[in-house]
């Protein structure tokens, strides 16, 4: 698999073995962020090697000893994590010190140590603070969440004289994300502004309408339409299906795909 050039939205670092992507934004020092990848794990084909998903099939076992190596890595405790059953809707839940999966598709604290984490494989991870690093969420959105104005909720859960800063992850580029008409019809039900991220596909071979969509522009458009300027929002120039080497994509790989997390916390 070929190495694909670093893009400009984060730095891999390598932390006690494992690769780990971190954002370039401005977030205050107390706030702390990264994205794994599919490297430094223990899981096996298809899923090699740091699948953290527990309902693709990879072993159980395997799996959270991944997750055990994952918290080693960014030296917190794995029962820090706030782990969700990811439903493709607008729950928000907050986080807890606990094992058990929440079943929400966000995740917010203002508590030190306790780490929001969303798993993805080409669905957009977006992770939010406040300019006081007072506060932090991790929100995981596919077109679906996004039709349904979840990163807008996210960001409202902001108190409204703050700045929010908001970083997007690794997802689908817009050259591989083919979508039908009706996921476009359902965006532009919601804003007309949404036309943006759309554009006819010319490779399809259905007879029916075919749309190239971009998840990062759908993104920012939502954020702008509920205050968040574009000045605000970083990240957004990785595409998990063409970058085998670093990400999973269930797009590519199909139902057996691995999951990446993305982390964000409080330092104590």
Known sequence: MATKKEPQCFSLVDKKAVPLLEPHWPAPLNVKACVSTRMGGKSVFPFDSMNLALHVEDD???????REILANAIGQKLTDFQWLEQVHGTKIVAAKHAQNAERADGVWTSAPGLVCAVMTAD??????????????????????????????????????????????????GPQHFEVGAEVREAFLAMNATYDQAFFAATTSASSKKKYFA???????????????????????????????????SYR???????????LIWLAP
């Open 214 to 248: 971009d998840i990062y522009q759908l993104c920012r458009t939502q954020l702008a339409l509920v205050g968040v300027a574009g000045t605000q929002v970083y990240g957004g120039e990785a595409c998990t299906y063409s970058d085998q080497t670093n990400f999973y």
């Open 252 to 262: 590519r790989d199909g139902k057996r795909s691995g999951r990446m997390a993305s």
């Open 123 to 172: 669905c957009l991870p977006v992770l939010l603070c406040n300019a006081k690093g007072t506060k932090v969420m991790a929100v995981h959105a596919g077109w679906r969440g996004l039709a349904a104005d979840i990163v807008a909720k996210a960001a409202q859960m902001f108190d409204s004289s703050e700045e929010v800063l908001a970083w997007m992850g690794p997802a689908i």
């Open 60 to 66: 159980p076992a395997t799996v959270e000893l991944n």
